[in-house]
């Protein structure tokens, strides 16, 4: 299973330098997650102050 970013994200950038394999872009609202690139390691989920980065 791969992260994905929720609705509560506020695009503040903080999950995106964290990615070891870079798979963390800026959308349009929020950041996404390419689910076919993460690595399920969960460093996105660790440092969102708003718990957006969850376990699909």
């Given at each position: 299973?791969?992260?994905?970013?929720?609705?509560?994200?506020?695009?503040?950038?903080?999950?995106?330098?964290?990615?070891?394999?870079?798979?963390?872009?800026?959308g349009?609202?929020?950041?996404?997650i390419d689910?076919?690139?993460?690595?399920?390691?969960?460093?996105?989920?660790?440092?969102?102050?708003?718990?957006?980065?969850?376990?699909?």
């Open positions: 299973m791969a992260y994905v970013i929720n609705d509560s994200c506020m695009s503040c950038g903080a999950c995106e330098p964290e990615c070891p394999v870079s798979c963390i872009t800026a349009d609202d929020q950041y996404e689910a076919s690139a993460c690595i399920d390691c969960g460093a996105c989920a660790n440092v969102c102050p708003v718990d957006a980065a969850v376990m699909e």
